[in-house]
Nanobody, 124 residues
Framework: QVQLVESGGGLVQAGGSLRLSCAASGRTFSSRTMGWFRQAPGKEREFVAGISSGTSNTYYADSVKGRFTISRDNAKNTVYLQMNALKPEDTAVYYC?????????????????WGQGTQVTVSS
C-alpha cells in the first residue's frame, strides 16, 4: 500500500515560484507512474503533470508547459513539482497521485493512490 503526503503549498504573488513535494511510503515507488493534479473551487480535478517510472518521461498540461517541471527522486521516494511564473489561475488544491500500473495518462480515475492535497494560492 502506497501512502502519499504532499507539502510545499502556500501563498505567493503572481510571477513567483513554489516547489511542491510528495513523499511516498512503501517499496514500489520507483515502479509507479506519478502525477500531479489540481482542483480549483467549482471546477473538476485536472491533470497538471506526470512522470513515468523507468525512463522518467514527463508530460504536462498545455496550461503549465514551460513554467512547471515535474521530477522524481527514487532514492527518496519523492516526486516534485517546481512551479515558476505562477499566475492567479494556478490557484488550486494540488494533489499527488500514483498509478498501480501503466504509464502517464491525464484521467484522474486512472490513478489509484492520492495524497490529501496542498493549497496553492497565487495573488495578483
Amino acid at each position: 500500500q502506497v501512502q502519499l503526503v504532499e507539502s510545499g503549498g502556500g501563498l505567493v504573488q503572481a510571477g513567483g515560484s513554489l516547489r511542491l513535494s510528495c513523499a511516498a511510503s512503501g517499496r514500489t515507488f520507483s515502479s509507479r507512474t506519478m502525477g500531479w493534479f489540481r482542483q480549483a473551487p467549482g471546477k473538476e480535478r485536472e491533470f497538471v503533470a506526470g512522470i513515468s517510472s523507468g525512463t522518467s518521461n514527463t508530460y504536462y498540461a498545455d496550461s503549465v508547459k514551460g513554467r512547471f517541471t515535474i521530477s522524481r527522486d527514487n532514492a527518496k521516494n519523492t516526486v516534485y513539482l517546481q512551479m515558476n511564473a505562477l499566475k492567479p489561475e494556478d490557484t488550486a488544491v494540488y494533489y499527488c497521485a500514483a498509478r498501480d500500473i501503466g504509464t502517464v495518462v491525464v484521467t484522474a480515475s486512472a490513478y489509484q493512490r492520492w495524497g490529501q492535497g496542498t493549497q496553492v494560492t497565487v495573488s495578483s
